[in-house]
């Protein structure tokens, strides 16, 4: 009997084992609230529809208030905002200058509580608003490709950005380029709002 008892004892003390280590049936936990997870958020929501028939979004910016949105879509060449954080979107009074424009590239000033600045481009322009997405202008385009050698033909506009300049602290606008025929090479151009004029940034020598 105590033999018994022995081998009984024994093969609980395996299965406990077993279960201890994940052998047996767990039950999984429930996820917490507060796990970060992805959402849908229709841009611009079905809310506020203002997306025109067989556009898309192509680009899209966001201050760092967190709530001023723009979106830019190429198809129908339409500038969207929101000042909501994407619940709501307008097309009115905004994009003068834009509209007609295919886009490459977008970006919005770090600065934009005080400045209002949003830039983009174009393959061969650079556009900038300083109200807030209302009015938009040519950034000095004949001096910017006479320096670039940007023409639309084989060197193009690739890329946008927009901070405070290390040397003054004003914006400057920064582009990046590409050749696509290798004879005269992209670049990486400056365009400082203290001094109003492009400037070709150091790159790598070839």
């Known amino acids: 009997m105590k033999t018994k008892l022995t081998k009984i004892f024994g093969v609980g003390l395996i299965v406990a084992l077993l279960a201890s280590l994940g052998f047996g049936t767990v039950t999984p936990a429930p996820a917490s609230a507060a796990t970060i997870g992805w959402s849908p958020v229709s841009a611009p929501s079905a809310f506020h529809n203002v997306l025109v028939e067989e556009d898309d979004v192509d680009f899209l910016v966001i201050a760092p208030d967190g709530k001023t949105m723009f ?16 619940v709501t979107w307008s097309t009115t009074g905004i994009g ?39 009015d938009w202008g040519e950034l000095a385009t004949t001096s910017f490709q006479s320096l670039s050698g940007v023409d639309g033909v084989d060197v193009f506009i690739t ?31 400056v365009f400082r709002t203290d001094t109003i004029a492009w400037a070709v940034q150091g790159t790598i020598a070839r």
């Open 96 to 134: 003068n200058g834009l509209n007609t424009e295919t886009l490459v590239a977008m970006a919005i000033s770090p600065e934009y509580d005080t400045d209002s600045t949003v830039v983009a481009a174009s393959a061969t322009k650079v556009f900038r608003t300083i109200n807030a997405g209302k």
């Open 159 to 189: 890329s946008i950005d927009c901070a405070n300049y290390y040397l003054g602290g004003s914006l400057a606008v920064v582009v990046g380029t590409k050749d696509t025929d290798a004879t005269e090479y992209g670049g990486v151009y």
């Open 71 to 86: 979106a830019y879509g190429n198809a129908q060449k339409t500038l969207y905002k929101s000042t909501d954080g994407g």
